[in-house]
């Protein structure tokens, strides 16, 4: 466990300076559920005894009948039986979907399953998602984390070709049946559980495999920032909200600070001034590096805007701290933010922009480029950033690029639906809890209304990206723990309502 600890740690400047595919300034905030700096210090999950890793033969292609179809690969799943009331009582299940990253972060991170096991006395399982760490099709050389192994696959026009949302939603339905087929399980119902764009998959696995899932926790899904669903602002509006909160001079400020970076860097010695002024690692070598880093990581405070120490307050007390002292500048005040957010990284620096990597940003621009973009640009006049709209060529320019691929920018609403949700769910879905933090800026996209009496939306306006999924702290606020209560409240609903039919059915 330390070891993932220490991994996420590793991650956090992944994240906030990853180039290679796309650079900074056009990729998507990313949708991983857990925030890296944030476990920082908390209570983790100490035990993986209980823990049993399997490999499932996977079919490759579940979609096609060519000779190539019937490839197979070696997809791992984690299974804890140490809570399962067992076959014979019909005992629930508790299936984590994995998302865009291995799912050894998520075994470690995600607190949901293992804390409500024991009442539910439900068999615990997580599903790592297809190409991810070591269910790649390719194979995992260099270990669950490898990035060459990612890489091969994304750059393999073959194979990337099976790397999508609907392959690994047949994926988990033939795994969750071959485990429930081998525990001879047949009447225990599934609860299926993601969060982000694993929060997605749950949500569509519920509507797509009814038959296998009794119901669904889709925790900050944003299935409605598709097409012109959500306002293409509704991202970095929810990042500009979160700040003015926290502070309105603080708001102000940063709001100020990018015509004054690009003021100075046009000076003579201008981009030697702001490398010194905000002691970044390396001299820049435009104004963009510096404004990419600054917009991302102002984006990942609000994301992950989790307390005890809500990130985007403690910016915003170091640019006020700085605002009351009369001889700084509008710079010196926000570098005051960064101070205030980033440990130093080494003796001497505080922004590091070198260019780096990881198995999620390699994966996820492929998906994205494939069916999972989302539109996020920046229009508001009264955005906190400068105005950024999206840009539909930019990103089609980028993915040809990239993979030589043309983006489907239609095709996650036309496989799994999203517009009119309200008047189609109502009248067909059933059984899926949306649960949002208001101040995560993904909940934009996300269900914030009750769609029906048993599609529900749970929404705290404190907030933030997957709370509610996450290893629950003695310092979560009273709002926090009433969501969870409120989520184990309907499934047990759910639960009871199933073994009343199934006894009926039974007699
Ligand atoms: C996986 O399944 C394929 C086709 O059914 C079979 O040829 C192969 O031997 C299996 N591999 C393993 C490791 O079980
Ligand atoms: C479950 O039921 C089967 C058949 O009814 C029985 O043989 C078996 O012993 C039971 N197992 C447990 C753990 O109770
Ligand atoms: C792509 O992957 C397939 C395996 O699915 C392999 O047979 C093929 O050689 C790879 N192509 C390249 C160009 O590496
Ligand atoms: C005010 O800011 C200046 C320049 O950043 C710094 O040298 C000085 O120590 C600050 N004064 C106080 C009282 O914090
Ligand atoms: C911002 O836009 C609104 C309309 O969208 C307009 O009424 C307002 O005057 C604008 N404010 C500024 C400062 O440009
Ligand atoms: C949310 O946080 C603000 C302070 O940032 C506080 O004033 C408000 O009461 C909180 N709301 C809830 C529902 O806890």
Not at 42 to 70: A, R
Not at 104 to 115: P, S, T
Not at 143 to 164: C, H, L, Q, W
């Amino acid at each position: 466990m330390i070891i993932l600890v220490f991994r996420w740690l590793l991650m956090l400047v992944v994240i906030l300076t990853t180039k290679t595919y796309f650079g900074t300034a056009k990729r998507s905030p990313r949708l991983s559920p857990i925030d890296p700096l944030l476990m920082k210090g908390k209570k983790v999950y100490v035990t993986p005894s209980g823990f049993e890793t399997f490999f499932y033969n996977q079919t490759l292609d579940h979609f096609n009948y060519k000779p190539e179809s019937y490839a197979t690969f070696q997809q791992r799943y984690i299974i804890n039986s140490k809570w399962w009331g067992g076959a014979n009582k019909s005992a629930p299940i508790l299936a984590y979907l994995g998302a865009e990253g291995p799912i050894d972060l998520d075994v470690a991170g995600v607190g949901f399953l293992i804390e409500n096991a024991p009442r539910f006395k439900a068999l615990v399982v997580y599903l790592e998602h297809r190409f991810y760490g070591e269910s790649n099709p390719l194979g995992s050389k260099g270990g669950p984390d490898s990035i060459e192994a990612m890489e091969e696959s994304v750059n393999n026009k073959t194979i990337r070709g099976y790397f999508n949302s609907a392959q690994a939603l047949a994926d988990y339905a033939e795994l969750l049946l071959h485990i429930k087929e081998k525990l001879h399980a047949h009447n225990s119902p599934v609860i299926v559980i993601g969060g982000s764009y694993g929060g997605m998959l749950a949500s569509w696995f519920r509507l797509k495999y009814p038959h296998i899932t009794l119901g669904a926790l889709a925790s900050s899904a944003p299935i409605l920032y598709f097409d012109d669903i959500t306002p293409q602002d509704g991202y970095f509006s929810t990042v500009t909200k979160d700040f003015k909160e926290a502070s309105e001079n603080c708001y102000t400020t940063i709001k100020q600070s990018w015509d004054e970076v690009d003021r100075v860097a046009s000076m003579p010695n201008g981009l030697l001034i702001l490398s010194q002024k905000f002691k970044t690692c390396s001299p820049l070598n435009n104004a963009l590096e510096l404004k990419d880093y600054l917009k991302n990581m102002y984006a990942h405070a609000a994301q992950y805007n989790a307390p005890p120490k809500y990130p985007t307050t403690r910016i915003c007390e170091g640019v006020d701290g700085a605002s009351s002292n009369a001889t700084t500048d509008i710079l010196d005040r926000v570098f005051a933010g960064v101070v205030a957010y980033n440990s130093p990284l080494g003796s001497t620096c505080y922004i590091n922009m070198e260019e780096s990597d990881d198995q999620t940003s390699i994966g996820w621009s492929w998906q994205a480029c494939s069916e999972m973009g989302s539109p996020i640009g920046i229009t508001s006049n009264v955005s906190m950033f400068q105005r950024s709209p999206y840009d539909a060529n930019e990103n089609i320019r980028n993915c040809m690029e990239n993979f030589g691929v043309m983006p489907r920018p239609h095709w996650a609403t036309t496989y799994y639906g999203g517009q009119d949700i309200r008047m189609i769910l109502s009248r067909f879905g059933s059984n899926i809890i949306f649960s949002n933090g208001l101040r995560d800026p993904y909940s934009s996209g996300g269900v914030l209304e009750d769609i029906s009496q048993n599609i529900i939306a749970l929404k705290t306006t404190n907030g933030s990206h997957c709370l509610d999924i996450q290893i629950s702290q003695e310092t979560d606020p009273e709002w926090l723990v009433k969501q969870r209560k409120d989520e184990v409240k309907i499934i047990n609903r759910w639960f009871r309502k199933y073994y009343r039919s199934l006894h009926l059915l039974k007699q």
